[in-house]
């Protein structure tokens, strides 16, 4: 059985004299440059080559020339000193979280327009950090979390019901507003009174996708005496809204989905003094305690800044 051969090992000093050589052409001067005296620099470099396994100078006593491997050394010397160098500083912008990887999911309210917002504002920000984004229900990114698989998600859910157990931001607040079929009586009404749409069919997501949202829809249904008729269940608003233009009932949707403009698609308020009773939804950015990143951290902060606080 053949040994493992093992290579002798080789310092950035050694590659930092043999660039002072190759530079120089001469031992005595590049031994004034490095602040050392001849001989170990003549030690030094015997101790390259032999580690190399080739000679990379070529001596006389009247002049010193690169050998062709030598010479193919010099550029790539100079770029691995260069990188050594960098090291320090990256390791700072690593820990400021100026670079790195971020990976968010969020869920598909928040690409109608604070998304967009937020890689634009964050890339001028911290151009250095990647970001990586996921979209994911909520109850997938819950599992995500868990897992480790992402940094950090944004979802949404009633207002105080922010999941259990992770930080949390309040990003925003926003109103529910009812999306009719064009052609509904409703949709050209002249106010909207929440009684009115009680007793109309709906279009909702499942409750494990929202479970604090879907309670509380149900249960303002329930204080005014009706059951929810859900005629079809669907996980994308963007899925509930082109139900709701294929005239399978009505549905309840975050005032931001207003953005997705789908033909055949009329979005409503309640009037005033039922708008008060209705549910409100927050968007809010979740991530682990324990798995706080840099990256993670100056996000946060750049959404702080964003909101303001």
Not at 23 to 51: C, D, K, N, V, Y
Not at 163 to 190: C, F, K, M, T
Not at 202 to 215: A, E, G, N, T, Y
């Amino acid at each position: 059985m053949t040994e493992a051969k093992i290579s002798p090992r080789i310092d950035l000093r050694q590659w930092r004299q043999f660039l002072a050589v190759a530079e120089e052409l001469h031992f005595g001067r590049a031994a004034l440059r490095l602040h050392m005296t001849q001989p170990p620099l003549t030690q030094s470099i015997a101790g390259l080559e032999a580690a190399v396994g080739e000679r990379l100078f070529d001596r006389t006593k009247r002049s010193v020339r690169l050998t062709p491997a030598g010479a193919a050394l010099v550029d790539p010397a100079r770029e691995l000193l260069a990188r050594a160098q960098a090291l320090p500083a990256l390791a700072r912008a690593a820990s400021a979280g100026e670079i790195g990887t971020l990976r968010l999911a969020f869920v598909s309210t928040v690409g109608f327009a604070l998304l967009p917002q937020w890689v634009r504002g964050f890339g001028e920000q911290a151009p250095g950090v990647r970001l990586e984004l996921i979209e994911a229900t909520g109850d997938a990114q819950l599992v995500a979390l868990a897992r480790g698989e992402i940094d950090a998600g944004v979802l949404l859910h009633a207002p105080g019901f922010a999941p259990a157990g992770l930080s949390h931001l309040r990003i925003a607040d926003e109103a529910l507003v009812l999306a009719l079929p064009q052609p509904h009586a409703l949709a050209a009404a002249q106010s909207l009174r929440l009684a009115q749409a009680l007793a109309e069919p709906l279009v909702m997501f499942p409750r494990r996708i929202l479970p604090s949202l879907h309670d509380a829809l149900f249960s303002l249904y329930h204080a005014h005496g009706q059951s929810p008729q859900v005629a079809q269940e669907a996980i994308q608003m963007q899925t509930i809204v082109n139900l709701v233009s294929a005239g399978l009932g009505l549905a309840w949707v975050p005032d931001s989905v207003r953005q997705f403009q789908r033909s055949g698609v009329i979005y409503r308020q309640l009037d005033s003094a039922d708008a008060r009773v209705m549910p409100r939804c927050e968007t809010s950015l979740v991530w682990a305690r324990s798995a706080m990143t840099p990256a993670l951290g100056r996000f946060v902060d750049f959404l702080q800044s964003w909101q303001g606080v």
